[in-house]
């Protein structure tokens, strides 16, 4: 089983400054196939399902703002937010997608 | 603008089965994959399984012995049975619509309390 480790699992942060969560894989997520990363970020808030925010490690999905961005590869992977805004608190997973479809144990973002 | 519902009983007994079916609306089931995943405040966010309307299908191994995910295209809907539950089984139960990109298309989720 390939197995998502996050880290931290709580992040405080001031509005207006960056958060950067990061997450390890126990196996590659590069498939040299198509020269993807199988790892997606998805942001969960209060009383919604997850919402897919970052496909292919690095890829915003639809109407996801700008001040989101993914990168990294291989095994390690990192979730930034360029400039805290309130409406970003939410708990944020990453996900592997290479065949089986494991997630991390989360990240809660909170306003510092 | 595609839209899963999920529908089931809420409470399901120890040692029988949970059944949960989704509906699609706005989308067929070919080409996609249908994903099952459930969520606890304890174990967060674990894979069941999915299929796609080929039958090719993965499941959770941790969970595989107990589990079969089918599809009817006649419907529109996919259906997830999970067999010997316990209290271990209680979580947030959601359908999930997948792609190249990833579990894109998310239900709103049903709660499955198992209890006596």
């Known amino acids: 089983d390939i197995v998502m480790t996050q880290s931290p699992d709580s992040l405080p942060v001031s509005l207006g400054e960056r958060a950067t969560i990061n997450c390890r894989s126990s196996q590659s997520l590069f498939h040299s196939s198509n020269n993807k990363n199988y790892l997606a970020w998805f942001q969960q808030k209060p009383g919604q399902p997850p919402k897919l925010l970052i496909y292919w490690a690095s890829t915003r999905a639809s109407g996801v703002p700008d001040r989101f961005s993914g990168s990294g590869s291989g095994t390690d992977f990192t979730l930034t937010i360029s400039s805290l805004q309130a409406e970003d608190v939410a708990v944020y997973y990453c996900?592997?997608?290479?065949?089986?479809?494991?997630f991390g144990q989360g990240t809660k973002l909170e306003i510092k | 603008q595609v839209q899963l519902q999920e529908s089931g009983p809420g409470l399901v007994k120890p040692s029988e089965t949970l059944s949960l079916t989704c509906t699609v609306s706005g989308s067929s089931l070919n080409i996609y994959y249908w994903t099952w995943i459930r969520q606890t405040p304890q174990k967060g966010l674990e894979w069941i399984g999915y299929m796609y309307d080929t039958g090719t299908a993965g499941y959770n191994p941790s969970l595989k012995s107990r589990v079969t995910i089918s599809i009817d295209t006649s419907k529109n809907q996919f259906s997830l049975e999970l067999r010997s539950v316990t209290a271990a089984d209680t979580a947030l139960y959601y359908c999930v619509r997948g792609d190249d990109v990833g579990l894109s298309d998310w239900g709103q989720g049903t709660l499955v309390t198992v209890s006596s």
């Open positions: 996900q592997q997608y290479s065949y089986t479809l494991y």
